[in-house]
């Protein structure tokens, strides 16, 4: 590709990019060049989306899923900054031509922009996540609606980019990953418009942000049972971290954050505007429990024959391969104000307090009155503990510290909204905690 004007270096922190070909799209079963036959390709780390509870509604189907682990690839596909050029707007389509040039395009105004060629670069793998089903897409994500399931429907407007954000992992240890706002289009572009928040940087190099943004938070602490979670940023096309726009898509960016990057760690929460996800670590999901344990504890909490306080009958979580249809009729149900579990009934309604409303027959609380639900999905656990608590409203139950971090962890709702919500099915979360511990009675033998 020839451009006209002075190329300049490219910026140092607009990292590896690449445009995985369809060849190389499945990150769920490619080996690394180092890998012998039979072994496992190696793993960079695993994004979970929140809300789905180990599945999508709809069935985990190629790239659209509900988690996804990224590995290195077969041959690295990784671009890096090279040169930079001033040219004329109208020339912008003509200069962008060639499909086998990678390249971010930034428009000034109607007569100025600047093009940033990428070169190949073999240290490196990327991987872009977007709303798009095309090729070029290794993690195809939709809108999350509040209470779980996809947004869905022809008056269901998404708010997730098409080429929403692009992470890339070193190939070599300790396989660093690194988060970017955008990701390359099928003609390997990327397109900052007039209108999108652009600037030029102190040392003369070009960065911006994306429409509606992508918003990044490590915990404190890690993810374990210590976490606390940390503060939301944004991240920009060429992975510098910033403080929030005023609103999720205003044309002002935030401050320099100087001491931050955009490095992912165990934990860490990625926002694209309509759908969150959860970055786990290969070391962090080690100390995360399995199914099989999740699993041993579903059946020794039914081995204990929990009861009934009122009706007597022996309460038992449903098996996870029942999927969450209507409530088993042995399916415990809670007074999530109060945490005391009963079966199924149908009196103490105060429907003058709303539909939900019931008054628990053991302590005269009055609220929502609802099933409750394991959690499936063990990546979103801090710790394999019991599960002793449940998130209110939803009724999802999981183990103490798990409950109280999510609890206290404001999730991007809108253009400048937060709420805590449930990990495992969306739903805001309600009352003085979010969660309330659970009261279970044993049996009277």
């Not at 945490?339 to 307090?353: A, D, Q, S």
């Not at 929502?368 to 999905?377: I, M, N, S």
């Not at 309330?436 to 044993?442: A, S």
Request: hydrophobic share 30%.
């Amino acid at each position: 590709m020839v451009l006209e004007g002075n190329p300049e270096v490219g910026s140092p922190r607009t990292s590896d990019l690449g445009h995985p070909g369809s060849q190389d799209s499945c990150v769920l079963s490619s080996p690394g060049e180092d890998a012998q036959p039979g072994e496992e390709p190696i793993k960079y780390g695993e994004l979970i989306v929140l809300g789905y509870n180990g599945c999508l509604a709809s069935g985990d189907k190629g790239r659209r899923r509900s988690r996804l682990a990224l590995s290195r690839r077969p041959h690295a596909n990784g671009v890096k900054p090279d040169v930079m050029h001033h040219i004329s707007t109208p020339l912008v389509s003509k200069a962008l031509s060639n499909r086998g040039q990678h390249s971010i395009s930034y428009t000034l105004s109607r007569s100025h922009s600047v093009i940033v060629e990428y070169t190949h670069d073999s240290d490196t793998d990327m991987f872009q996540i977007g709303r798009s089903t095309e090729n070029m897409i290794d993690f195809v994500v939709t809108d999350t609606s509040p209470g779980g399931g996809a947004a869905e429907g022809p008056s269901a407007q998404s708010t997730i980019s098409r080429y929403a954000c692009r992470i890339l992992c070193d190939r070599r240890p300790p396989y660093t990953a690194r988060i970017y706002a955008a990701g390359f289009d099928a003609s390997s572009n990327i397109f900052l418009g007039e209108r999108a928040a652009k600037w030029r940087t102190p040392d003369g190099l070009m960065d911006g942000l994306t429409t509606n943004g992508v918003l990044v938070m490590h915990p404190a602490g890690g993810f374990s049972e210590d976490s606390a979670p940390g503060v939301w940023r944004e991240i920009s096309v060429c992975g510098n971290v910033y403080t929030l726009r005023d609103s999720r898509s205003a044309q002002q960016r935030g401050k320099l954050v100087e001491n931050e990057s955009n490095v992912l760690q165990d934990g860490s929460l990625i926002d694209l505007c309509g759908a969150t996800l959860l970055w786990r670590t290969p070391a962090g999901l080690l100390r995360a429990p399995t199914l099989k344990q999740l699993e041993a504890q579903r059946q020794e909490a039914n081995a204990a024959r929990p009861q009934c306080p009122v009706g007597l009958s022996t309460l038992a979580f449903p098996s996870p391969a029942r999927g969450r249809t209507a409530p088993d009729k042995q399916q415990p149900w809670v007074y999530v104000r109060c945490g005391h579990v009963h079966g199924y009934h149908g009196w103490g309604c105060r429907r003058e307090r709303g539909p939900q409303e019931r008054e628990c027959p053991l302590c005269r609380l009055v609220g929502p009155y609802v099933p409750l639900w394991l959690g499936q999905e063990a990546g979103l656990c801090l710790d394999p503990g019991p599960p002793s608590h449940a998130f209110a409203p939803c009724g999802h139950v999981c183990s103490e510290k798990t409950a109280r971090y999510w609890a206290q962890t404001p999730l991007p709702h809108g253009t400048h909204a937060f709420h805590a919500a449930c990990p495992f099915c969306g739903a805001w979360l309600t009352g003085e905690h979010g969660c309330v511990r659970l009261i279970f009675q044993g049996p009277l033998d």
